[in-house]
């Protein structure tokens, strides 16, 4: 990606014009540093930036600088918003709610102008700056314009309207009375009102008008952001934003060479910098939506990195390994491990090894240090779980073939998943067609997908499946500690769905199904193709009296893995309950899609913890809908590569302090066996 085609828009807010917003001191400085250490390490030119500080950064001047600056950009530029000063909130208008755009109770973020709440002037809110965003990414046809964008905000986004001031620490949150009322729709800039006068019309009349009411603009976008919705964000006296600064830290020391790191691997370091520089509780968040990646470099600067290894950080006064029981992790809590440690920038020679014995949720706790490494930074550990057998089959391919999928499985990214075993239940034969994985299941051989070529492309292509099929099986493997702090008669996790006859199939786990003591519960679900699939939906009760924090995962047949629920905020009080999947409302049931099979088996596991969670390592990735049981030509697989849209990471392992050795989770895994079978009624 040139310089010449990145576009950054800073807007930074030291005073507020109306005396109801406290004062900030550092924002105005914090979009001054990104700008220097931007342009130091990519040399975008002066005239691609623009920044709007003080009086400048009205409502109606940021807004208006945003379309205009950015409606240079051209096919396939880079578009930056940077912003520094007071966020906020407001309870979201019932048009929003009624959509199901929101729930109810539910509010809009917002940043706030300088000219805030002068002669009612509103802050702007998140559904604005979509519709911003929108635009610059669409044309009037509605056709993407291969736009990347990505937000940096350091602010607070909700929260009790306080500010103080200890120690020069100050709080990025707005104060004042009266301003949580939802606004007017037509006070919101962008199509909504429009589209509600649109729905109301339709309904008034007898035409055949199809309206969908209001709806929220296709956005493609990665944020970085200061804090999650219900801390602070706060800046030091003449340091800057603690988000901020830690932020350029992880650039200035960025260890990756001739590339920016990956959001992914820029989010891990500056949470781990943040960690170490504050004493604040406040967790910078990762989010993106639409086609991009996280696995892409900072601003496109450097080629996508598909794998990487984990992280390695001292935080808390502790170095950790950024995985844990939620990516598959089940080593024995009572025998080390010894892992080798690389720079992130020089996979080739591992500079020492690591100590490490016993999970927690997230992370993996390091017990012995072989290394001298620096407290400061963020290193790279070969480490990935249990490794999954794997055979190479030889079977009339050149011999360099298999030498170099042997070099490649062998390489630091993929060598921790992996063991050479010919009694594997998965097997890559290299074949004179070209290459090919094998599942051996008890009735024979499954193929599971091929490509037609030898080629470096497909070898990667190929070991990169089997990677995420081994990530896969990680997941689906692991079992509940048997020193859990969590009980059985903490939690009740029901399932329900309709019968054919109109009776309700429910069920409590886990009291209901298995024997005691167990993690694994499987029920069979009927399905008639004539009558159709059935919906489900599955609920949490707590009754502990600390509450539960949970992950719902669900493992398809395709290799696929989906967060569907998380609550890593806010737990489930004691007597709480929630509902964890209504798969009606992603309009999805249970059935039985492939006429070939007679039964398939839908995987739904549940992470439970006594200690909040914050933002997961989600191990969410595509599984090979559309590719199952293909053998694709190199021309189809490069169109596969090119459509399909990578979502394996939406952020790194959080932090938290190993203590007792005691396990403080839990998990409860439910497999869902939806048989072929007629109904008799």
């Given at each position: 990606?040139?310089?010449?085609?990145?576009?950054?828009?800073?807007?930074?807010?030291?005073?507020?014009?109306?005396?109801?917003?406290?004062?900030?001191?550092?924002?105005?400085?914090?979009?001054?540093?990104?700008?220097?250490?931007?342009?130091e390490?990519?040399?975008?030119?002066?005239?691609?930036?623009?920044?709007?500080?003080?009086?400048?950064?009205?409502?109606?001047?940021?807004?208006e600088?945003?379309?205009?600056?950015?409606?240079?950009?051209?096919?396939?530029?880079?578009?930056?918003?940077?912003?520094?000063?007071?966020?906020?909130?407001?309870?979201?208008?019932?048009?929003?709610?009624?959509?199901?755009?929101?729930?109810?109770?539910?509010?809009?973020?917002?940043?706030?102008?300088?000219?805030?709440?002068?002669?009612?002037?509103?802050?702007?809110a998140?559904?604005?700056?979509?519709?911003?965003?929108n635009?610059?990414?669409?044309?009037?046809?509605?056709?993407?314009?291969?736009?990347?964008?990505?937000?940096?905000?350091?602010?607070?986004?909700?929260?009790?309207?306080?500010?103080?001031?200890?120690?020069?620490?100050?709080?990025?949150?707005?104060?004042?009375?009266?301003?949580?009322?939802?606004?007017?729709?037509?006070?919101?800039?962008?199509?909504?009102?429009?589209?509600?006068?649109a729905?109301?019309?339709?309904?008034?009349?007898?035409?055949?008008?199809?309206?969908?009411?209001?709806?929220?603009?296709?956005?493609?976008?990665?944020?970085?952001?200061?804090?999650?919705?219900?801390?602070?964000?706060?800046?030091?006296?003449?340091?800057?934003?603690?988000?901020t600064?830690?932020?350029?830290?992880?650039?200035?020391n960025?260890?990756?060479?001739?590339r920016?790191?990956?959001?992914?691997?820029?989010?891990?370091?500056t949470?781990?910098?943040?960690?170490?520089?504050?004493?604040?509780?406040?967790?910078?968040?990762?989010?993106?939506?639409g086609?991009?990646?996280?696995?892409?470099?900072?601003?496109?600067?450097?080629?996508?990195?598909?794998?990487?290894?984990?992280?390695?950080s001292?935080?808390?006064?502790?170095?950790?390994?950024?995985?844990?029981a939620?990516?598959?992790?089940?080593?024995?809590?009572?025998?080390?491990?010894?892992?080798?440690?690389?720079?992130?920038?020089d996979?080739?020679?591992?500079?020492?090894?690591?100590?490490?014995?016993?999970?927690?949720?997230?992370?993996?706790?390091?017990?012995?240090?072989?290394?001298?490494?620096?407290?400061?930074?963020?290193?790279?550990?070969?480490?990935?779980?249990?490794?999954?057998?794997?055979?190479?089959?030889?079977?009339?391919?050149?011999?360099?073939?298999?030498?170099?999928?042997?070099?490649?499985?062998?390489?630091?990214?993929?060598?921790?998943?992996?063991?050479?075993?010919?009694?594997?239940?998965?097997?890559l034969k290299?074949t004179?067609?070209?290459?090919?994985?094998?599942?051996?299941?008890?009735?024979?051989e499954?193929?599971?997908?091929?490509?037609?070529?030898?080629?470096?492309?497909?070898?990667?292509?190929?070991?990169?499946?089997?990677?995420?099929?081994?990530?896969?099986?990680?997941?689906?493997?692991?079992?509940a500690?048997?020193?859990s702090?969590?009980?059985?008669?903490?939690?009740?996790?029901?399932?329900?769905?309709?019968?054919?006859?109109?009776?309700?199939k429910?069920?409590?786990?886990?009291?209901?199904?298995?024997?005691?003591?167990?993690?694994?519960?499987?029920?069979?679900?009927?399905?008639?193709q004539?009558l159709?699939?059935?919906?489900?939906?599955?609920?949490?009760?707590?009754?502990?009296?600390?509450?539960?924090?949970?992950?719902?995962?669900?493992?398809?047949?395709?290799?696929?893995?989906?967060?569907?629920?998380?609550?890593?905020?806010?737990?489930?009080?004691?007597?709480?309950?929630?509902?964890?999947?209504?798969?009606?409302?992603?309009?999805?049931?249970?059935?039985?899609?492939?006429?070939?099979?007679?039964?398939?088996?839908?995987t739904?596991?549940?992470?439970?913890?006594?200690?909040?969670?914050?933002?997961?390592?989600?191990?969410?990735?595509?599984?090979?809908?559309?590719?199952?049981?293909?053998?694709?030509?190199?021309?189809?697989?490069?169109?596969?590569?090119?459509?399909?849209?990578?979502?394996?990471?939406?952020?790194?392992?959080?932090?938290?302090?190993?203590?007792s050795?005691?396990?403080?989770?839990?998990?409860?895994?439910?497999?869902?066996?939806?048989?072929?079978?007629?109904?008799?009624?």
């Open positions: 990606m040139s310089a010449n085609n990145i576009y950054v828009l800073g807007i930074g807010i030291n005073k507020y014009e109306s005396e109801s917003i406290s004062d900030l001191g550092e924002c105005e400085k914090d979009i001054e540093n990104l700008k220097a250490i931007l342009i390490k990519l040399s975008i030119p002066e005239e691609n930036y623009k920044l709007l500080k003080g009086k400048e950064a009205t409502r109606e001047g940021s807004i600088t945003f379309k205009n600056h950015f409606a240079q950009l051209k096919e396939g530029d880079v578009a930056l918003m940077n912003y520094s000063g007071h966020g906020s909130w407001e309870f979201a208008n019932k048009e929003f709610i009624n959509a199901g755009l929101e729930p109810e109770g539910g509010y809009f973020e917002s940043i706030v102008p300088v000219d805030a709440r002068k002669n009612g002037t509103r802050n702007i998140d559904k604005e700056i979509r519709w911003l965003v635009q610059m990414q669409y044309d009037k046809h509605g056709n993407f314009k291969n736009i990347h964008f990505t937000a940096i905000l350091d602010c607070c986004h909700s929260g009790s309207m306080i500010r103080y001031e200890e120690e020069k620490v100050r709080v990025r949150k707005e104060v004042g009375k009266n301003i949580r009322d939802p606004r007017p729709i037509s006070e919101l800039i962008g199509p909504y009102e429009e589209m509600l006068m729905e109301k019309v339709a309904k008034g009349t007898r035409d055949l008008i199809i309206s969908e009411g209001i709806s929220l603009p296709d956005v493609n976008y990665i944020s970085l952001t200061g804090c999650s919705p219900l801390q602070t964000s706060t800046e030091v006296e003449e340091q800057g934003g603690v988000f600064a830690s932020l350029i830290k992880a650039l200035k960025n260890p990756y060479g001739n920016f790191p990956t959001y992914a691997e820029l989010y891990s370091t949470r781990a910098i943040l960690k170490n520089s504050s004493t604040n509780v406040q967790t910078p968040q990762f989010e993106y939506a086609d991009v990646s996280p696995h892409d470099c900072f601003l496109l600067h450097g080629d996508k990195q598909l794998a990487s290894l984990p992280t390695l001292k935080e808390d006064g502790k170095w950790k390994i950024g995985l844990g939620i990516h598959g992790v089940t080593f024995s809590p009572t025998k080390p491990t010894l892992v080798n440690v690389y720079e992130p920038a996979l080739s020679n591992p500079i020492g090894k690591v100590k490490t014995i016993g999970i927690e949720v997230e992370f993996s706790p390091v017990i012995e240090v072989t290394a001298a490494l620096n407290t400061n930074k963020t290193y790279l550990a070969e480490f990935a779980g249990v490794k999954m057998p794997l055979h190479i089959q030889q079977a009339g391919a050149p011999s360099s073939v298999e030498q170099e999928v042997r070099d490649k499985l062998n390489s630091p990214i993929y060598k921790p998943f992996f063991q050479f075993d010919k009694r594997a239940d998965y097997m290299l004179e067609e070209g290459l090919k994985i094998y599942q051996e299941l008890k009735s024979g499954k193929f599971i997908l091929g490509v037609k070529s030898h080629s470096e492309k497909a070898i990667e292509f190929m070991v990169s499946w089997l990677q995420r099929i081994a990530k896969w099986e990680q997941l689906k493997g692991i079992d500690p048997t020193n702090k969590l009980s059985q008669g903490d939690f009740k996790l029901s399932f329900s769905c309709p019968n054919y006859d109109y009776s309700q429910h069920f409590e786990l886990p009291n209901a199904l298995g024997e005691k003591g167990s993690s694994v519960f499987r029920t069979k679900v009927s399905y008639d004539e159709g699939g059935k919906p489900f939906i599955l609920g949490l009760k707590s009754q502990s009296s600390h509450g539960v924090y949970s992950y719902l995962f669900h493992l398809d047949r395709y290799f696929g893995i989906s967060q569907v629920y998380e609550n890593f905020n806010n737990p489930v009080s004691m007597d709480g309950q929630v509902e964890l999947y209504d798969s009606s409302l992603k309009n999805k049931v249970l059935g039985i899609a492939d006429d070939n099979l007679d039964s398939v088996l839908n739904y596991l549940l992470i439970l913890s006594k200690k909040a969670l914050n933002i997961p390592q989600a191990v969410e990735q595509d599984g090979m809908n559309g590719i199952l049981g293909k053998f694709l030509s190199l021309e189809e697989m490069e169109v596969y590569m090119k459509a399909s849209k990578d979502k394996s990471l939406r952020s790194d392992g959080d932090v938290r302090a190993f203590g050795p005691q396990a403080n989770w839990t998990m409860i895994r439910l497999e869902l066996e939806v048989v072929r079978e007629k109904f008799k009624g």
